[in-house]
């Protein structure tokens, strides 16, 4: 694409030349490109330095040089020197337009990695800050990564002056002063280094001219995903400096024809614009009617104003949405009507909560009570506006891409290894890593509170793992185990003061390693709120310690859905165990399994089959599976969602659990499930959103034999597995390599909420990665479904628990018994099968490019 906005014919480029003969056996996963310009001095030290930084990354290396002084020849007598494959793209005099943009973009072109890192030949980008740019990329779900000078313990002090160091400041605040949504969140979008996934950037579409390609990329690709990896910009190692007045004047003009680029595409915006201004006409007409219903019955009736104020809203909000759904969005939105209308409802009482405080406090500085409720909504109808917009009709947003993941991942290695430093010089040592300090990154360090050390609540997880708690954990209260010693835990929960004293603008998951320490050794999570948020820290040592703020420790259901679930999941694979999403009941001496999506039916199933049928029930949403066939119990309480509701006839719950119940389950169903997971795509700080929800209206959880008379188990053989799920009723056998295909994605999908996506691939557990865990992970349920029969079982009519016996009674003949839990017998994990199965050997560590 040229200047003009039209796109035209690139023009024919030389062959790139093979420098060292080391052709790869399989295709390079990353593509190192180095934009080079007389830089013969620097060469020699950067493919020196690349091998071993890059080794085992399976990279290769394309130098695009632009250079007039022999830099071409001296890549080729050194190349040797570089275990990885080298290559080089000459452009001569007359085909080197654009100049170091153009050069980044001749190399992604001829990139043949899936993924593409820039960075430059003069050793100002250190290979191991580099090296760990290339392994952030290849092990996190992002499109874009970039090294940053200006977040964690990263550095711009090679910049060799305080004059360059202010034109780089300036330069940055420039571009986010004109693209301040685009760039929010991205703390160096001036940043040299930087990898991008080749398919995630259309490359047709760019024309950066400069030094300043991650600009252009990050504005012309909007729906990116963005991790970020702090590193110490390092002295010059050799050559010159191609900055200069005429560089800046062409940095100018690119911003602002970046910003006209951007203007030009204003379909979306101009009717979100007009969509603005019949939202305000029709709320215009709802501060009248709001207004009007406060006078009667504050005037009138004589109520209290907040009171008065309360019921007024119900008035103009079935006003307002009566309005809106007709006239300004005529009907189109998502969900049905009715669900709109319940969020519409939601919102609106939502913000109530947050405007009665505010109207009081202008009552009480004598403002008139209709004239405080007027200023009120006017100043929350931006707010009203926008959520409206974009969550319960989510207008524009089809076909418009991935948004940009709000939480922004920073991978922050405290002590990289040392630059190489010019001749002459001594080299630099790094400084020893510290222990995270968040509270002392912003302004003057605080004194921590001191806080006991006692871990109050020990749970023994099916004898295979143990947590010790300062907090309670409700979802694991069957596994309590008040007899093991504290200082005995695989993983350790603590409350602490985690966050920095300052709000962000962002929530962003920093990763810190300690010199000698490729892989993450602890995590930090902080949202918006700073300290006041929901914000927690993970030590990956032995014993994996996790730390969480007071308003998490406020909500444990929170810190164990979000957190702990997530590293029980991989920190049990080590051991031979994965925690599968699925409900597992013993059937007449049957072990059956159900799979499914969430909120499909799985809970309500298991609850009538319990009814009907009787049997064992050893877990309704995880369950603890081997590669041998055994499934361990996992009875967490069960969540009573809107469609679950017509299952539960317990004659215990009391009249007023009974109401709970009902509008409980309408907030926790699926309905509320996705207008969560739709706020977590906005920049807002969505677990404490969710932490605070839980305080206010905790989840409907109940203890499955309070819900209906049960025996729980401990153990059983699986014989049959169905994965349930909706539509015209369909029996079918499933293959093996389909069912492990399945079952995954029915697991991945119950860890869809925030910060899981960040969370997982900066897990280290037991020398294993993220990727590490995965492969051994899927071995695991491999192995488990070698010996059962999946089948696919569909209902229009939550049929299952009519089917699933019949099919059972017809085909099966009783297995191993399981064994179960009296009130004289507690679980102390020396379960028995009739015929002893071995239990599985660790797993060996599986080769490269395992089972797909």
């Keep these: 694409m040229d200047r003009t906005g039209t796109t035209t014919p690139r023009s024919a480029t030389p062959p790139c030349l093979d420098l060292n003969g080391s052709a790869p056996r399989t295709p390079p996963r990353l593509t190192v490109v180095v934009p080079t310009r007389n830089e013969r001095e620097a060469v020699p030290l950067l493919l020196r330095e690349l091998g071993p930084a890059f080794a085992d990354l399976g990279a290769e290396l394309l130098f695009v040089d632009d250079s007039d002084d022999g830099t071409p020849d ?9 275990p990885e494959p080298v290559r080089l793209l000459h452009r001569a005099p007359g085909d080197r337009a654009g100049g170091l943009a153009g050069a980044v973009l001749a190399g992604a072109r001829r990139a043949r990695g899936d993924w593409v890192l820039v960075m430059d030949a003069d050793l100002q980008h250190p290979p191991q800050a580099a090296a760990a740019v290339a392994r952030t990329a290849l092990g996190h779900d992002a499109d874009i990564v970039l090294g940053t000078r200006h977040a964690g313990s990263g550095s711009s002090g090679g910049l060799g002056g305080a004059g360059r160091a202010v034109v780089s400041s300036g330069s940055a605040v420039l571009a986010k002063t004109f693209f301040p949504r685009r760039l929010a969140g991205i703390s160096d979008p001036m940043s040299g280094l930087f990898a991008f996934r080749k398919d995630a950037v259309d490359l047709d579409r760019l024309d950066p001219a400069g030094f300043k390609v991650l600009l252009e990329i990050l504005v012309r690709t909007p729906g990116a995903r963005v991790a970020e990896v702090a590193y110490t910009f390092a002295p010059r190692a050799a050559g010159r400096s191609k900055a200069s007045l005429r560089e800046g004047i062409t940095y100018l003009r690119h911003l602002a024809r970046l910003r006209r680029s951007c203007r030009r595409r204003t379909g979306p915006r101009a009717r979100e614009f007009g969509r603005l201004l019949a939202f305000g006409a029709v709320g215009l007409t709802g501060i009248a009617v709001n207004t009007a219903a406060l006078w009667l019955l504050f005037h009138v009736l004589g109520l209290p104003p907040l009171l008065g104020a309360a019921l007024a809203t119900q008035v103009s909000t079935a006003w307002n949405f009566a309005l809106v759904e007709g006239l300004v969005y005529r009907g189109a939105g998502n969900g049905t009507r009715s669900g709109r209308g319940v969020r519409f409802f939601a919102l609106n009482n939502l913000l109530l909560l947050g405007r009665l405080p505010f109207l009081a406090l202008l009552i009480d500085w004598g403002a008139g009570v209709l004239t405080a409720n007027i200023l009120t909504l006017v100043v929350l109808f931006l707010l009203r506006f926008l959520f409206s917009d974009r969550i319960i009709y989510g207008a524009d947003q089809e076909g418009s891409g991935a948004r940009r993941d709000p939480v922004r991942t920073l991978v922050d290695p405290e002590a990289l290894a040392p630059a190489p430093t010019p001749a002459g010089t001594a080299p630099r040592t790094p400084a020893p890593a510290a222990e995270p300090a968040p509270a002392a990154r912003h302004g003057r360090p605080r004194r921590p509170h001191r806080r006991t050390r006692y871990l109050a609540y020990r749970y023994d997880i099916a004898g295979q793992l143990s947590i010790g708690s300062q907090i309670p954990l409700p979802e694991l209260e069957f596994f309590r185990a008040q007899w093991l010693p504290p200082d005995s835990c695989d993983i350790v929960v603590r409350a602490g003061d985690i966050g920095s004293r300052r709000p962000h603008h962002r929530a962003a998951m920093t990763e810190l390693a300690r010199p000698a320490d490729e892989r993450p050794t602890s995590l930090r999570y902080e949202e918006q709120l700073g300290r006041l948020g929901a914000n927690f820290s993970i030590d990956l040592g032995d014993p994996i310690t996790v730390e969480v703020s007071p308003l998490l420790a406020r909500s444990p259901h929170v810190v164990y859905t979000n957190i702990i679930e997530a590293l029980l999941r991989f920190a ?8 599968l999403h699925s409900a597992c009941l013993d059937l007449d001496g049957t072990g059956v399994m159900l799979s499914a999506l969430t909120d499909t039916g799985k809970t309500a199933t298991v609850l009538r089959l319990l009814r009907e049928h009787g049997g064992c029930f050893l877990s309704d949403d995880m369950t603890l ?10 009875p967490k309480p069960l969540t009573i969602s809107a ?34 997971l739709t706020l977590a795509r906005l920049n807002l700080p969505i677990m404490a959103v969710n932490a605070l929800t839980q305080i206010l209206v905790p989840p409907p959880k109940y203890a499955v034999d309070r819900l209906v008379p049960c025996a729980i188990g401990t153990a059983t053989v699986v014989r049959d597995l169905f994965v349930i799920e909706r539509g015209m009723p369909r029996l079918a056998g499933l293959p093996h390599d389909e069912a492990l295909r399945r079952l995954l994605a029915n697991t991945e999908d119950a860890y869809g909420f925030p910060p899981f996506r960040q969370l997982a691939p900066a897990l280290t557990v037991a020398g294993l990665d993220h990727a590490d865990l995965r492969l051994r992970e899927r071995e695991i349920l491999r192995g488990f479904l070698s010996g059962v029969r999946v089948r696919t079982l569909a209902s229009d009519c939550f049929g299952w628990a009519d089917e699933i016996p019949r099919l059972l009674a017809r085909e099966h003949v009783p297995s191993a018994p399981t064994g179960h839990v009296n009130g004289e017998q507690w679980p102390h994990w020396d379960w028995r099968f009739e015929a002893p199965v071995a239990l599985p050997a660790p797993i060996r560590a599986l080769p490269s490019g395992g089972p797909s």
């Design 74 to 82: 001296v890549a080729a007598r050194h190349a040797a020197a570089c």
């Design 572 to 579: 049990l694979v080590p051991r031979g165990w994965m925690l």
């Design 625 to 634: 599976v081997d590669a041998a066939g055994h499934a361990l119990c996992f």
């Design 643 to 676: 469609h679950t509701l017509r299952a539960v006839h317990a004659d215990d719950l009391t009249g007023h659990e009974w109401t709970r119940l009902r509008w409980q389950s309408r907030l926790h169903s699926k309905g509320g499930r996705s207008f969560a």
